[in-house]
């Protein structure tokens, strides 16, 4: 997830510091110049860089995991899971994750945990404001916007290809939350809203909770879950995918998951255009295109989407929760009343809890 914070390391510290670095690491000739941000980033800190080493200039761009200080929203934020993830992807599948050339799990440099990527040009729908409220997506043609959703969805595919039979996913099981891959998915969500909530208690959460139990599904085949799977984290160009980023939420379970999740947060932006008054952008990411084209991409039956919508809705609660009394912490916004409104989509979710949310 993607958005502006007022808590960013100093550019002016950090380029330095990568430097020394690099000049450790890499080689003592090593030159980091022209340190940037992109300027966003929810739950950790991305810096683009050129260095110059052995006479050849490579751009790069660094992942950083957040200050321990400054209010994460993640209690944990494993730089060496998100590295393995994307070179097991580049490793199996086609789809364009990035070069991860170094990690460093040292925090004497910048304080805290990075890794390194070959930088990739592209552009990503934007967070802030959503896509849908203009811009290159929304300026496209329906039957391109239809072209780009096609492509992000044989992402998914590869993605799905990928599973315990065929791959070591042992690193990304979470056996302490439960048995099953799912179990296990639900179990750590339970363990992360104590964390976030900080002793509030969330009616709408904690009726989000009872309603999954209740209405537990079959589980369907366990692959891997990219977890933040959505078409802001991923660089077109020329609305082709050539760069799938975000790997911090990753576990595995079933695909409905990573399915839901791209419906349910491009529902999300579309609901806030048309609350502010906007068209939003009705013609993509919808739930019955995506669920065809993935069944016809993959000739896996979708199941239990309702299930896997709340516990979208879920997940995306508890992230919403948690930076947003990020932002009371700062300063950068005030304590409602009822926690409730803590939540940015209080209504979606509501909606789904009463059953009216499919049907509107």
């Known amino acids: 997830m993607e958005l502006s914070t007022p808590w960013r390391r100093d550019l002016g510290e950090v380029g330095p510091a990568m430097q020394e670095w690099a000049?450790?690491?890499?080689?003592?000739?090593?030159?980091?110049?022209?340190?940037?941000?992109?300027?966003?980033?929810?739950?950790?800190?991305?810096?683009?860089?050129?260095?110059?080493?052995?006479?050849?200039?490579?751009?790069?761009?660094?992942?950083?995991?957040?200050?321990?200080?400054?209010?994460?929203?993640?209690?944990?934020?494993?730089?060496?899971?998100?590295?393995?993830?994307?070179?097991?992807?580049?490793?199996?599948?086609?789809?364009?994750?990035?070069?991860?050339?170094?990690?460093?799990?040292?925090?004497?440099?910048?304080?805290?945990?990075?890794?390194?990527?070959?930088?990739?040009?592209?552009?990503?729908?934007?967070?802030?404001?959503?896509?849908?409220?203009?811009?290159?997506?929304?300026?496209?043609?329906?039957?391109?916007?239809?072209?780009?959703?096609?492509?992000?969805?044989?992402?998914?595919?590869q993605l799905h290809e990928i599973t315990p039979a065929n791959a070591d996913l042992a690193f990304l099981m979470r056996t302490q939350h439960g048995s099953t891959a799912l179990e296990q998915q639900l179990g750590h969500e339970r363990w992360y809203y104590d964390w976030a909530r900080d002793d509030v208690s969330y009616p709408l959460i904690d009726a989000a909770f009872a309603w999954l139990d209740a209405h537990w599904p079959e589980e369907g085949p366990t692959v891997l879950n990219w977890g933040d799977a959505r078409v802001g984290n991923v660089l077109y160009r020329d609305f082709t995918p050539v760069a799938v980023l975000d790997w911090e939420m990753a576990t595995i379970g079933p695909r409905e998951v990573d399915l839901a999740w791209m419906i349910f947060l491009h529902e999300f932006f579309h609901d806030m255009a048309v609350g502010f008054g906007l068209p939003g952008m009705s013609d993509f990411m919808q739930r019955d295109s995506v669920v065809a084209e993935y069944e016809a991409l993959t000739g896996h039956a979708v199941r239990n989407l309702d299930w896997f919508e709340v516990y979208a809705a879920l997940r995306f609660a508890i992230v919403s929760i948690r930076t947003s009394k990020r932002g009371i912490a700062y300063g950068t916004m005030e304590e409602p009343a009822d926690p409730d409104d803590l939540i940015m989509f209080r209504k979606l979710l509501e909606q789904m809890l009463d059953g009216s949310y499919w049907s509107r």
């Not at 080689?27 to 860089?49: I, K, Y």
């Not at 060496?80 to 991860?100: D, F, I, S, W």
Request: charged fraction near 25%; aromatic fraction near 8%.
């Open 23 to 157: 000049r450790a690491t890499v080689g003592p000739d090593a030159r980091v110049s022209e340190a940037s941000s992109p300027g966003n980033g929810m739950s950790s800190e991305t810096v683009l860089f050129e260095m110059t080493h052995g006479g050849e200039a490579e751009r790069y761009a660094a992942r950083l995991a957040p200050m321990p200080e400054v209010y994460p929203v993640f209690p944990e934020y494993d730089i060496e899971l998100q590295a393995k993830c994307m070179n097991l992807v580049r490793a199996r599948t086609h789809v364009p994750a990035p070069e991860v050339r170094w990690v460093e799990l040292d925090p004497k440099w910048l304080g805290t945990p990075f890794l390194v990527m070959r930088r990739i040009d592209g552009e990503a729908p934007p967070d802030i404001p959503p896509y849908v409220f203009g811009g290159w997506v929304a300026d496209a043609t329906p039957e391109t916007r239809a072209a780009m959703q096609r492509r992000t969805l044989d992402v998914l595919r």
